[in-house]
Each structure stands twice: as C-alpha cells, then as structure tokens.
C-alpha cells in the first residue's frame, strides 16, 4: 500500500498530485472510517475549511460531496486558518474536520489534512485505514441518508473570540500600549487574526492580507520575513508577528526589526508560565532541531526539555503522552494545549504579546533571555540515507563533538524522500558551525556515496 500520508497531511501539486478525484476519495474514506462508532440515529457531521488558495475552491467542493454522500451532513467553514477548524471540530461535537491547505508552500501546491473528533491530528494507524479503503466497494447511503452541505459563517467570529478569550482577561484588552505590525502572508488568518489582536486591545497595522487566490506566501509571512521587518522599523512598532499560509505557525521581529525563532518564543512562554505556575511538568517539548541555547535558557530556570522526532505531530503525541502543556519547533509552530488542540499562530501571538505586556518588558529584551547558537546545516546527496549510523560516521560525529566540547552539538537526519542526509551543526561562532559542517558532511559523501552518484 503506497502511503499517501506524510507528517502534516496529504500534500503536492494541485489538480496533479493533488487532483478532485482523489480529495473525493479520500473524503469518502475518511468519513467512513471517522464516524465508526459514531451513535446510532444520530447524523455525523464534519467540518470543513479551506486557506485561501484558488485550488482550495475546487478541491473544497469535491470533499464536501465526498463527505455528503457518504452519509455526513457538511458545514462548510470556509476560509478560516487550520487551528481554527480544529477548534470548530472541538467546540460543535463533529466526528471530524478536513482542512485544504499546503500551509507554507507555494501557491500551485495544496493538500489535504483531517482532524479527528475533538480537534486532533490522526494517529499514522488511522491514516493507514482509511487509505486500506480508498478504491473498496462500499454499499452508499440514497435518498434522505446522503448528507447536506450547509454553511457555517459564524465560524471564524466564534474562533476569533476564543482565541481572544484564551488570554484569561475577560472585560479588559490586556494588550492595550502595544503597536504590532501583523503580516498574515495572504493566507487563511487575514481577517481573523488583526481581528484578535484589535479585540485584545492592540494597535495593528496590517500587511499581506489582502488574498486573491493567488498570492498567498508569495514574498511574505514566516518564510520571508523582510517585508515585516523593514514595516516595523518604519512604523517604529513594538514587535511584529507573521503567520503562514494556514497560520499554524508564527515568528516574530522585535522593534529593531530582528528575528524572533520558534525556539525563542517558546522559552519565553515557558519562562511566563512557569512563574504564573501554569507550567505542568515543569516541562517544554521541543523537537531534535530546537538550538542547544533554548536548553540551556531553560536550565537557567529549572525548566526540563524533552525532544522529540521533527513534526509538531510528534510534540503533540509526547504532550499528551505525559501530559505537558507547551511544546513546539523551531519553525514557528507552538502548542499550547490549555488553550487548543494543535499549532496556532494567532494564539501564538496573543500570548507572546501578553508576556510583553504582563512583564513591562520588550521582546528584545525578553528574546535576550533564549540566546541562539550559530547554526550551520549542509545537505549531503548522493548517499546511501540508510547509513547514519555507519561506523565510520558515528566516529567523525563523536570527534567533532569532543572538539566541541559542550559548547555546541552535531545532528545528522535521513531525507524522507531523497537520497540525502541532513548535517547540522551547532557552535559558539558561525566560522566554527561551519567548518565542522563541512567537514562532517565530507566524511558521510566519502563513507556512504553511491556510485550511481
């Protein structure tokens, strides 16, 4: 069985990869195998949404007729950010949610993800289900059992008030004194997230959200953050946040317009929580690629790490594992899981601002706290990806970290789909990271090249 699943969904090019006949198929699949158990006399429901691609249109079509005549009545949420269907899917009671979206890929790409009842992501056992049934034969429901499509306008004002309501300061706009620049990358957060951030009582200048269907990530949002930076400069602003397409994600820019990583905004939510004591576990969750300095800010405040695999799919199964509450990548996805069921962008920067906010403090000097250590990364082709553990490579790795002594770290990964390792380095000067790189990546191309290469 070719799994058509990767780490975030169903994901390629639109009406290629990503064609109408396979979102129907997946739609009719996933129903079936999301409304097992599902009460007998009552009509399961799902919630679908879109970000604000030209292809989400179509496809958005297709999966709710796919859903309809699979017997699952449709509210159809339209244009509303990822986080915000999982938490339509929480709040209503629906047996499960679909997203279209390609989150921060190019236009052309789309994808398709579902959520499970109570808004969270599917376990790989449930993904492989439902792709075990994709071309099966299957008796369909006709007359009054087909399901109905229906509108749902009222979703994105009912998102937008709890993600407001999830700072805790009913009757008050706690983000009052603060000027944001927001950069929603013309995706799925354009009118919900200003929206928020006005409601919580900040001063927003908005950027990138005016969507066409064909501009969303095109030069801006959180994977090209120099429109958002020189805005902030410009408008002399206190900080500036930008999503992705489907504003799961966020980065921000302090008033100098520097980066802020997802590693940092996580130590400093974890910083705040652990002094309101609303830090369970004592714990932040990270994945293998967060900086070596967010773990030694966090040992400064006696708060634990624990890492996971790459994917926020990962942070999350470990956080509801042991029950922790802050997790996340260095990407810009953060979980907060007192608040929602996954990665938020907008929750993301509700809260950083009110950690400025509560604190008297500005994000420089917040950020200030989660020093970052150069990082280099070097992709290795050509190589048996099979072979990180090689020997020869596993003896280069540990000299290199000997000379490192402490003060910085190697990580090697295998490609998911290519013939390629990954080599990062970690070092106390970027000429260091660097070197050792690229030295490190030299020894796994002598050690595990292919000879097709």
């Known amino acids: 069985m070719t799994r058509l699943f990767g780490t975030d969904g169903v994901r390629g090019l639109a009406n290629r990869d990503i064609s109408a006949r396979l979102a129907l198929q997946l739609s009719v699949a996933g129903s079936r195998v999301l409304t097992r158990g599902w009460p007998e006399g009552k009509r399961p429901f799902a919630v679908v949404g879109r970000d604000t691609r030209v292809s989400g249109e179509f496809l958005s079509a297709a999966i709710s007729a796919g859903i309809a005549s699979a017997g699952v009545d449709v509210l159809?949420?339209?244009?509303?950010?990822?986080?915000?269907?999982?938490?339509?899917?929480?709040?209503t009671g629906a047996a499960f949610g679909v997203v279209i979206s390609a989150s921060h890929n190019p236009m052309p790409d789309n994808g398709i993800k579902f959520f499970a009842a109570g808004g969270t992501k599917l376990d790989d056992s449930v993904e492989d289900s439902i792709l075990a049934i994709l071309d099966e034969d299957w008796t369909r429901p006709t007359g009054a059992e087909v399901g109905r499509i229906s509108r749902y306008p009222a979703a994105a004002?009912?998102?937008?008030?709890?993600?407001?309501?999830s700072l805790d300061a009913e009757g008050t706009r706690p983000l009052s004194g603060l000027k944001v620049?927001?950069?929603?990358?013309?995706?799925?957060?354009?009118?919900?997230?200003?929206?928020?951030?006005?409601?919580?009582?900040?001063?927003?200048?908005?950027?990138?959200?005016?969507?066409?269907?064909f501009n969303i990530n095109d030069g801006v949002g959180s994977t090209h953050l120099e429109p958002l930076q020189r805005l902030v400069v410009e408008t002399q602003s206190d900080l500036g946040v930008a999503f992705d397409g489907d504003a799961d994600r966020c980065l921000a820019v302090d008033s100098l317009g520097r980066v802020i990583n997802g590693d940092q905004l996580m130590g400093i939510l974890a910083i705040g929580l652990k002094e309101l004591g609303e830090l369970k576990g004592n714990t932040l969750v990270?994945?293998?690629?967060?900086?070596?300095?967010?773990?030694?800010?966090?040992?400064?405040?006696?708060?634990?790490?624990?890492?996971?695999?790459?994917?926020d799919r990962?942070?999350?199964?470990?956080?509801?594992a042991d029950g922790f509450v802050l997790g996340g990548e260095q990407s810009g996805h953060v979980l907060m899981l007192d608040h929602g069921t996954t990665g938020d962008g907008v929750q993301t920067a509700l809260h950083l601002m009110k950690r400025m906010a509560d604190s008297k403090r500005t994000l420089a000097d917040l950020a200030a706290e989660i020093p970052q250590l150069p990082q280099a990364l070097v992709n290795v082709k050509g190589v048996d990806k099979h072979g990180v553990d090689h020997p020869?490579?596993?003896?280069?790795?540990?000299?290199?970290e000997a000379e490192l002594?402490?003060?910085?770290?190697?990580?090697?990964?295998?490609?998911?789909?290519?013939?390629?390792?990954?080599?990062?380095?970690?070092?106390?000067?970027?000429?260091?990271?660097?070197?050792?790189?690229?030295?490190?990546?030299?020894?796994?191309?002598?050690?595990?090249?292919?000879?097709?290469?």
């Not at 106390?428 to 000879?451: F, H, M, P």
């Open 76 to 91: 159809d949420a339209g244009m509303l950010p990822t986080p915000g269907i999982a938490s339509v899917v929480a709040d």
């Open 157 to 165: 004002d009912e998102y937008t008030e709890k993600l407001v309501r």
């Open 181 to 213: 620049v927001v950069d929603c990358a013309h995706g799925a957060a354009s009118i919900v997230g200003p929206a928020a951030l006005r409601q919580a009582g900040a001063e927003v200048i908005v950027s990138a959200a005016e969507p066409d269907g």
């Open 286 to 311: 990270t994945t293998v690629m967060s900086n070596i300095g967010l773990r030694h800010a966090m040992d400064k405040y006696s708060i634990e790490t624990v890492q996971t695999a790459v994917g």
């Open 314 to 320: 990962y942070v999350l199964e470990r956080m509801l």
């Open 392 to 400: 020869k490579v596993t003896a280069e790795v540990n000299a290199v």
């Open 405 to 453: 002594e402490g003060s910085g770290r190697v990580l090697l990964r295998a490609s998911g789909t290519e013939a390629l390792i990954r080599v990062m380095v970690e070092a106390e000067t970027e000429d260091i990271a660097q070197a050792q790189a690229e030295r490190l990546a030299s020894n796994v191309r002598d050690t595990l090249g292919l000879e097709e290469f």
